[in-house]
C-alpha cells in the first residue's frame, strides 16, 4: 500500500504538506473523526481526496452546489482519481451510469447535496450502505453551512445530523474556511462527531493584498486598478442584481470581457457565463455573492467588492478566491459608512432577536476593518483568534507613507457640531450642519447654531473622510440600531477643552508590494498557457484543471527538457506526466533551442512548495533581486543611482539593502553613522515603528526613510 507521501506525490504532484494536512490525513486513515479549519485555497480537498485513494471504499462528499461538484470531479478524473457526482443537473440515463459505476467500483469519490442523501423520498442511504464495496470516509465540505451562526446558513444541511446515525463507525471530515468560536461550537454538535480532533490552520494568505478605497467615484477607480489586467482573471462582487448588471455592461463598454452572474438570470445564462469564466473565455465575472462557494479556479488573480460585505467571514471567503494557486493577487473593497446602514436592515431576521444581534455584531466588525487606521491584515487574522505581527507590508495601510497636519480645530468643530445637535443626527445632516448647507432639510434652530457653517471651507468629501477618521481614532462612534447616529466618546471631551492634539491625515501615499515572482521567460509562459488552453479544449475540462499558472511559471523558469526533469515541476504527478508531458516538454525544448537556453532544473533542489511564510508576511522578491542591489550598493553606488539603474523604486532598494543588515550580511554602519543610530533606537523603542513616517517626523530632515529601515532591521536581527 502506498504512503500518504507516494500518494500525494503520484496523483497530485508534491512531496512536501500543507499546513496540517498530513496530521489530518492520518487522522482520517486511521479512523477519527476531524473538523478542519484552512483557509480558502489551502488545501482543504486534499484532506479527503488523498484518503480516499488509499482507502478501500468509496468516500461521500456533501457539497452544496452543482457548479462545485462539476468542479471538483472535472480536477479529480484529469489527475486519474475517479469521481463522479449526482445531482438534479442530470437526466436518468446519467444517473443510471454512475449507478452502474459504484456497484461495479469503479467510483473512489462521490459528490452529493445533504438533501439527496437525506431528503424526502430519497433512498440514496439505503443504496450506499448495500453497495459491494462499503463507504470508507464521508466528507463535508463548506461545512459552516450547518450553523444559523454562519455567514452562509442553509437549512438542508441540518440533515446531515442523520450522518453518524447511518454510519456510525465511518470517518467524518468537516471543512470550512471561515467560521469562527460560536460556529465552530455549532458544527460540532450538529454533526454529532465522535471525539473530533480539530485543525485549524493559519488564515493568513500572505499572497493577498488587501486594501479599501473610500467609494467616491468607484467606476473610474476600478478602471484604473483594471488598466494592467486585461489578460487577468479576476471576480467583482456587488450588493445588488441591478448594480451586476449594470457593471457588467459598463465594463463590456470599456472593452473588457466581463459577463454577470446572479440569482436573477435564466440557469441556463448563468451555467455558459461560470462556464466561460472558468475557462479564460470571459476574465471578469461580475456577480452577487450567489457566485463563487467551491469554485477552485486557481488562477483568480484580484477579488473586487463594490459594496460593503455583511461580515468578515464572507468577506474573508470572498477574497480568498484570489490567488488560490499562491502566485500574488489583490483584494479590493470600496467603502462607504452608508452601505453599513442600509445593510443593517438585510441582516436582521425577523423573531429571531438574539440571531439579528450577532448579524449586527459582524456587520460593525466589516464597519470597522474599513475604517482601521492599523494592519487589516491582523484584524483579519485576530478576528479569527490568530495572532499576527502589528505590520504586514502587504496591506494599503502597512504600505503608505503617512503625512499628517495638526487636526485639533478640525476635530473640534466636528465633536461641537455633534454636541450641540445633541447626539441625535448621522453623519451627512453634522456635516450639512458644518458646511452651512442651505438644503431645506436643515431645521431653522440648527441654522442659529454657533457650528452651523465653521466648515464650510472644507468639501464634504473631506469632512466625510475627517469624520471616518475621528471614529476611527475614537473620538467620535456611531449608536447602535438600524440608523446610527454620531455621538461623542469618553476621549470627545478633551479635544474640546483643548487638552488633547488630534493629528488627521494630509497626504497618504500607497508604495506597490513587492511580489516574490520568479525570474520566469514570459514568451514561453505564454506558449504553455496556448498549449494548456488545448489540451483543455480537448479534455472539455477548464485549463487550470490541467496545470495551475504556478505550474506553468516553473516550467518556464527552469526550463526542463525531458520527462525525468519535468518530475521535478511541482504539480506533476505521475498521471498528468503520462498524459502532458512529453508535449509540454517539446515546447519548452524548441523555445530554449532557438533562443540559445539551457535547463536550469539542477537549480532546483526541491519542489516548490507554494505556502504561506508565517514567520514574515511581508514578501520581498527573490534573493536574486535583493542581491543586485547589494552588490551594487557595495560598488558605492547610492540608493537613488541604484534605483534608477535598475528601474525599481528607492523604497524597493532600501528594503533590499535593510534585509541584509537583518540576515548579518551588510553592516548597519555601512547604511547609517554611528551617531545617529542610538537616535533612531530611542525614536522606534519610545513610538514604536508600526509607521515609519511618525518616526520620520520626530527625528526630522536629517534622518533618511533608509537609515530609518536600516536601524529597524539591525534591531530585529539582535532580537
Not at 147 to 160: N, T
Not at 253 to 272: C, F, N, S, T, V
Request: proline share 4%; aromatic share 8%; charged share 25%.
Amino acid at each position: 500500500m502506498m504512503t500518504p507521501l507516494q500518494a500525494l506525490q503520484k496523483y497530485f504532484g508534491y512531496n512536501t504538506f500543507r499546513h496540517e494536512q498530513e496530521a489530518i490525513v492520518n487522522r482520517v486513515l486511521s479512523g477519527g473523526d476531524v473538523m478542519a479549519l484552512m483557509p480558502t485555497g489551502g488545501g482543504k480537498s486534499l484532506c479527503y481526496q488523498l484518503p480516499a485513494v488509499l482507502l478501500d471504499g468509496l468516500t461521500i462528499v456533501i457539497s452544496p452546489l452543482i457548479a462545485l461538484m462539476k468542479d471538483q470531479v472535472d480536477s479529480l478524473n484529469v489527475a486519474g482519481i475517479p469521481a463522479a457526482f449526482l445531482n438534479s443537473s442530470q437526466n436518468p440515463a446519467e444517473q443510471s451510469h454512475i449507478i452502474a459505476q459504484l456497484n461495479s467500483n469503479h467510483i473512489k469519490l462521490l459528490y452529493l447535496a445533504p438533501e439527496r442523501l437525506f431528503g424526502t423520498g430519497n433512498k440514496l442511504v439505503v443504496f450506499l450502505r448495500a453497495l459491494p464495496v462499503p463507504v470508507a470516509q464521508i466528507a463535508i465540505d463548506e461545512a459552516h453551512c450547518i450553523s444559523h451562526w454562519g455567514h452562509d446558513f442553509r437549512p438542508e444541511y441540518l440533515m446531515l445530523a442523520e450522518l453518524k446515525r447511518h454510519f456510525p463507525n465511518i470517518p467524518v471530515i468537516a471543512l470550512t474556511a471561515t467560521a469562527d468560536k460560536l460556529t465552530q461550537k455549532d458544527i460540532l454538535e450538529k454533526l454529532n462527531l465522535k471525539d473530533p480532533a480539530v485543525y485549524i490552520s493559519s488564515f493568513n494568505r500572505a499572497n493577498i493584498t488587501y486594501r479599501v478605497n473610500a467609494k467616491q467615484n468607484s467606476f473610474s477607480q476600478l478602471l484604473t486598478f483594471l488598466e494592467n489586467k486585461k489578460d487577468e482573471s479576476g471576480i467583482i462582487y456587488c450588493l445588488s442584481r441591478k448594480s451586476v448588471d449594470t457593471l457588467a455592461q459598463d465594463l463590456k463598454a470599456q472593452g473588457y470581457l466581463a459577463e454577470p452572474y446572479h440569482a436573477g438570470l435564466d440557469g441556463a445564462l448563468k451555467a455558459r457565463n461560470q462556464e466561460a469564466f472558468l475557462r479564460d473565455d470571459v476574465k471578469i465575472m461580475v456577480a452577487t455573492i450567489a457566485f463563487g462557494m467551491g469554485i477552485n479556479k486557481s488562477n483568480v488573480r484580484y477579488v473586487v467588492h463594490m459594496d460593503l460585505p455583511k461580515n468578515i467571514e464572507g468577506y474573508y471567503q470572498e477574497t480568498g478566491r484570489a490567488g488560490r494557486d499562491g502566485l500574488s493577487s489583490s483584494a479590493l473593497l470600496f467603502y462607504s459608512p452608508g452601505d453599513a446602514i442600509k445593510l443593517k436592515g438585510f441582516v436582521s431576521i425577523d423573531g429571531d432577536p438574539e440571531q439579528t444581534r450577532v448579524m449586527l455584531s459582524k456587520l460593525d466588525d466589516m464597519s470597522r476593518y474599513c475604517q482601521l487606521p492599523t494592519c487589516r491584515r491582523k484584524f483579519l487574522l485576530n478576528y479569527f483568534d490568530e495572532q499576527a505581527p502589528d505590520h504586514c507590508g502587504s496591506c494599503d495601510v502597512c504600505l503608505s507613507e503617512i503625512t499628517k497636519f495638526d487636526g485639533t480645530l478640525i476635530a473640534q468643530k466636528a465633536l461641537s457640531a455633534v454636541t450641540r445637535l445633541n447626539g441625535r443626527f448621522g453623519s451627512g445632516y453634522v456635516i450639512d450642519v458644518l458646511r452651512g448647507s442651505k438644503s431645506e432639510k436643515i431645521r431653522q434652530e440648527h441654522k442659529e447654531l454657533k457650528t452651523f457653517g465653521v466648515g464650510s471651507d472644507i468639501s464634504k468629501a473631506d469632512w466625510q473622510r475627517y469624520l471616518r477618521e475621528l471614529v476611527a481614532l475614537n473620538y467620535l462612534k456611531f449608536s447602535d440600531g438600524e440608523y446610527p447616529v454620531l455621538q461623542l466618546t469618553d476621549k470627545s471631551n478633551a479635544v474640546l477643552k483643548g487638552l488633547q492634539k488630534v493629528d488627521l491625515i494630509a497626504t497618504q501615499t500607497i508604495e506597490e508590494r513587492e511580489t516574490e515572482e520568479l525570474p520566469f521567460e514570459n514568451d514561453l509562459f505564454s506558449v504553455l498557457k496556448n498549449t494548456r488552453r488545448h489540451m483543455a479544449e480537448l479534455e472539455n475540462v477548464p485549463a487550470y484543471n490541467i496545470l495551475s499558472d504556478a505550474t506553468l511559471m516553473e516550467m518556464a523558469t527552469y526550463l526542463p527538457q525531458s520527462l525525468d526533469e519535468l518530475r521535478s515541476i511541482s504539480g506533476f504527478g505521475d498521471i498528468k506526466l503520462a498524459r502532458y508531458g512529453r508535449e509540454f516538454v517539446a515546447h519548452i525544448s524548441t523555445y530554449a533551442a532557438e533562443r540559445g537556453l539551457n535547463s536550469k532544473i539542477d537549480q532546483k533542489s526541491k519542489k516548490r512548495e507554494r505556502k504561506p511564510r508565517t514567520e514574515r508576511v511581508s514578501t520581498p522578491r527573490s534573493n536574486d533581486t535583493r542581491r543586485a542591489s547589494l552588490d551594487l550598493y557595495k560598488k558605492d553606488k547610492t540608493i537613488a543611482e541604484i534605483a534608477t539603474q535598475r528601474g525599481l523604486s528607492t523604497t524597493t532598494v532600501e528594503s533590499h539593502l535593510s534585509y541584509f543588515v537583518q540576515t548579518g550580511e551588510l553592516d548597519v554602519l555601512e547604511m547609517v553613522p554611528q551617531a545617529k543610530i542610538s537616535f533612531i533606537k530611542d525614536a522606534i523603542e519610545t513610538y514604536g515603528a508600526e509607521r515609519l513616517a511618525p518616526l520620520k517626523e520626530i527625528l526630522g530632515a536629517d534622518f533618511s526613510y533608509s537609515e530609518i529601515k536600516a536601524v529597524l532591521a539591525w534591531i530585529n536581527r539582535n532580537e
